[in-house]
């Protein structure tokens, strides 16, 4: 199953040996995930009108025992 990163085409091209997330990730300490069938709600909650943007797509079983899926309460459902 893949996982998804929305991101700023910005952080990619600043990234020097490894990803450690959003300024927003980092606060909340995980990396913000979404499925495929979350991505167009993310979309529009997180990076409405923004331009420069890049999707990063990820194997989830390549991150193993490291991902966790949570229930977003507002949303109601589960995020990797």
Known sequence: MLIYKI???ADWENVTDAYHGSADDRRDGFIH???HAQLAGT???HYAGQTGLMLLAIEADDLGAALKWELAPKRGEEFP
Do not use: D, G, I, V
């Open 33 to 35: 995930f979404s499925t």
């Open 43 to 45: 979309l529009a909650k």
């Open 7 to 9: 991101m700023p085409r």
